[in-house]
């Protein structure tokens, strides 16, 4: 069994002191492969420096929502970076971009910058990370009207059976994250067991998004087959069939 984490923050401090050794707990366990989206300009350097030396690892350039408001660049500035950029073998998606209304960016200024990144995606053709925290209806009316040809991910997907359903029919496939491990998140579990698993892709948000019963620790990718064993339990399915689909949608979707 070979499953690859489609959105792992690897690079972060968190994982300075022992990273190889939570690589080598990773390969032990079967996940055999790494997505690191990039979040700010500033750290795309370091991002693919550290991907580049690694087989199976694989980067993506984006700014992430939350790192907007320090942005100091013109947007045909980040524009012409994010070009110059994707365009590099090292570089497998634009990402992980989108709307969050829990920032204190206004959303006119966020969906600048999305659609920017959305462009980028389009030019380059490359799928596209996507961060939404609860503006689906916002997001949804972007990528309708700025369709990126690769698609991508919804990534730490959580919304309703409909929604995922709009998504797919977009195009975008729904990151399955640590969220279906707690029971109180019934509409997230109803949404991944009813989507095709077609549609589905296995992600940890290392080191954030820590399962049920890791509350407060340091979230890991070592821990990506416990979500894909909950997911096969959704599903009726054994994890077996989870960890070949969402593999081959995951190399699918980044041409990996």
Known sequence: MELIDSHCHFDFDAFADDRDAVWASCRARGVAGLVIPGVSVAQWETLFALVEGQPGWYGAA??????????????DELKRR????????????????????????????????????????CDLDLPVIVHVHKYHAEALRILKDLRPPRGG???????????????????????????????????????????PMESLLLESDAPDMPLCGRQGQRNSPEFLPDIAAVLAELRSISVEEVALQTRQNTERLFSI
């Open 62 to 75: 984006g700014l992430h929502p939350w790192w907007v408001e320090e942005l100091a660049l013109e947007p």
């Open 82 to 121: 994010l070009l110059s950029r994707g365009a590099l073998s090292s570089c497998i998606a634009v990402g992980e971009c989108g709307l969050d209304k829990e920032i204190s960016v206004p959303l006119d200024r966020q969906e600048l910058i999305f659609r920017l990144q959305l462009s980028a995606a």
């Open 153 to 195: 991910v919804i990534h730490a997907f959580s919304g309703s059976e409909e929604i995922a359903r709009e998504y797919w029919q977009l195009g975008f496939h729904l990151g399955v994250g640590g969220t279906i491990t707690y029971e109180r998140a019934a509409k997230t579990r109803r949404a991944v067991a009813a989507a």
